[in-house]
């Protein structure tokens, strides 16, 4: 099994910077991708960012240029940093993780954590 615990979470102003991070333990692969999605109020979860153990990033296009992900394969750790913060992005947050074997490929999700922005 796989736990993923996230942190990070705030109210914050438009315009202001969060750093998210998650942090996995269990059976882990050398050989994963971790990422973050999110979930406003009524909406379908979505893609914010991924990043293979390879460090191949991708981004989902409304937060290109103001998140960045990066990971800690040693720690096994993914971050996600905030910048430049808009109310639409207000949403929990959930941390990713998923691994591929003999018996296919598993999703794990975190707890997820709380972020708004407004003023």
């Known amino acids: 099994q796989v736990q993923l615990v996230e942190s990070g979470g705030d109210l914050v102003q438009p315009g202001g910077s969060l750093r998210l991070s998650c942090a996995a333990s269990?059976?882990?692969?050398?050989?994963?991708?971790m990422g973050w999605y999110r979930q406003a109020p009524g909406k379908q979860r979505e893609l914010v960012a991924t990043?293979?153990?390879?460090?191949?990033?991708n981004y989902a296009d409304s937060v290109k240029g103001r998140f960045t992900i990066s990971r800690d394969n040693a720690k096994k750790s993914v971050l996600l940093q905030m910048d430049s913060l808009k109310p639409e992005d207000t949403a929990v947050y959930y941390c990713n993780l998923r691994q591929t074997n003999i018996l296919g490929t598993r999703n794990y999700w975190g707890q997820g954590t709380q972020v708004t922005v407004s003023s």
């Open positions: 269990g059976n882990i692969f050398s050989i994963n991708t």
């Open positions: 990043i293979s153990s390879g460090g191949n990033t």
